[in-house]
């Protein structure tokens, strides 16, 4: 498959954000698994905490910041584009999580981009048979790029309590 077509959209000013490149090295990673066109195109808007907060309320009735919001392309009837849809990732979320759950920045992008691409592809995770089946093959992609399980937790004498 050729390189997908991702148009990276920055709304943000901040340190660590994702490169063009790193985004379509991920998004290629998910898409090579799958048969979509070859001219398949997808965006990635990197978001503040304010604009991820509104679109999680307006389209999910959720009204607080989320990590990654996906919204797949549907073609109107009798046309047919190469389109996937739209990611848009908050930034401040994704620093905090990866703070959080203590792992790099890259990793946790990769992840969200990974987890984000496979929703335009119509996964989900509502119900647990759908959740095993999306993080296994997360696991499977996040490995192929040299990314630890995202879903491992420490066991319980490794882990810390403050």
Not at 36 to 62: F, H, I, M, P
Not at 137 to 154: C, H, K, M, N, S
């Amino acid at each position: 498959m050729s390189q997908p077509r991702v148009d990276r959209q920055v709304a943000i000013e901040a340190e660590g954000l994702p490169s063009q490149a790193q985004l379509e090295a991920w998004v290629g990673a998910v898409l090579c698994r799958h048969e979509v066109d070859a001219d398949s195109e997808l965006s990635v808007r990197l978001v503040d905490a304010e604009e991820s907060q509104t679109l999680n309320r307006d389209y999910r009735g959720k009204d607080r910041p989320t990590n990654v919001l996906s919204f797949p392309f549907e073609n109107p009837p009798g046309v047919s584009l190469p389109l996937l849809g739209d990611l848009v990732i908050c930034h401040p979320v994704v620093v905090a999580e990866a703070a959080e759950q203590d792992k790099s920045l890259h990793d946790h992008y990769a992840h969200m981009v990974v987890h984000g691409t496979l929703h335009l592809l119509g996964y989900d995770h509502l119900e647990d048979d759908e959740a095993e089946a999306m993080e296994a093959l997360e696991r499977e992609i996040l490995a192929e790029l040299g990314i630890a399980d995202p879903y491992r937790t420490a066991p319980e004498d490794e882990r810390t309590d403050s």
